[in-house]
């Protein structure tokens, strides 16, 4: 949270409007390890605090996009003392390959991990060629 | 941002370079060379949010890609400490490896609470990766108002 957020929520908080101060509104760029398989990439991007029906995958023009917002209710009558991570937007895109089907992404949600598989076009799979004598 | 000056000069704020500070340490500890911000700047597994009240404290941790089961709290005198393991699951037939950036394998973190926590009150909710960890104040040790009497 940049210092005109902060001065921002203390104008509101003294306007007396209730404000969770670990929310913001900025865009979170959220880690994610990306590997090859046998039959395409497989995409795992950590969204905590993400629910299921916060989260959404595009693919568009050769471009995957992960939106998603965290929620994290502040308990009541607590006051933060001290901070480590934000509640927020998560916004990340990926290019993709010619290789990659874009018809056939899945993509999962569990305990606050993205699973994303791009299936490789069946032209871009590896194939075992038989040799012969 | 600095703004140019009407000299010239870039005018200076000890803000800015505090954030510029902040932003260098982030890129260096957890963002990995990602181009914006991350939601967790330290370096510290798993980041944690404290709450304090007159009724106990409240921790937050995040913790995605961890079940509830594979999470140890304990709570001893005046320390809890939280461990486990994020499981590193490796794809099987992993051809190869573009990026690792998300945090994998064992973690432990202990805090020393303001008051002697008593294990029993202790509740924990994991809910979206995000494990709530609440530690009431024993009644004992809850802040008393002291009625001041006229002289």
């Known amino acids: ?7 921002e929520n203390q104008e509101v908080k003294k306007a007396g409007a ?7 509104d900025a865009a979170f760029v959220p880690y994610a390890d990306v590997d090859e398989v046998a039959d395409g990439v497989r995409v795992r991007v950590d969204l905590p605090g993400v629910a299921d029906d916060a989260a959404e995958v595009v693919v568009e023009n050769g471009v995957l996009r992960i939106e998603a917002r965290a929620a994290c209710e502040a308990p009541a009558g607590h006051d933060l003392a001290g901070q480590e991570f934000w509640v927020g937007r998560y916004h990340r895109e990926f290019a993709l390959g010619e290789g990659i089907d874009t018809d056939g992404v899945k993509a999962k949600l569990k305990t606050g991990v993205l699973e994303i598989l791009l299936p490789k076009r069946t032209a871009a799979r590896a194939r075992k ?5 | 941002m600095t703004e140019q000056g009407k000299w010239g000069r870039e005018t200076w704020s000890v803000f800015d370079e505090l954030d510029a500070l902040q932003k260098d340490f982030g890129r260096m500890l957890g963002a990995a060379g990602l181009a914006g911000r991350v939601s967790r700047p330290g370096g510290a597994f798993p980041p944690m949010n404290v709450w304090t009240s007159s009724d106990g404290i409240v921790l937050d941790v995040e913790l ?11 709570v001893h005198g005046d320390e809890i400490a939280i461990s486990g393991r994020v499981p590193v699951d490796e794809a ?13 394998g064992d973690f432990s973190r202990s805090l ?3 008051f002697n926590a008593e294990a029993d009150g202790v509740k924990a909710t994991h809910r979206n990766g995000i494990l709530r960890v609440s530690v009431p104040r024993p009644e004992a ?4 108002r002291i009625a001041i009497e006229a002289a």
Not at chain 2, 64 to 74: F, L, W, Y
Not at chain 2, 141 to 144: D, F, G, S, W, Y
């Open chain 1, 1 to 7: 949270m940049n210092k005109i957020d902060k001065k």
């Open chain 1, 18 to 24: 209730e404000v969770s101060p670990v929310v913001t």
């Open chain 1, 129 to 133: 060629v038989a040799i012969t004598n």
């Open chain 2, 64 to 74: 995605p890609g961890v079940e509830a089961k594979d999470v140890d709290i304990t």
């Open chain 2, 92 to 104: 099987p037939e992993a051809v190869a490896v573009y990026r690792r950036e998300r945090w994998t």
């Open chain 2, 112 to 114: 020393r609470l303001p």
């Open chain 2, 141 to 144: 040790q809850k802040p008393k």
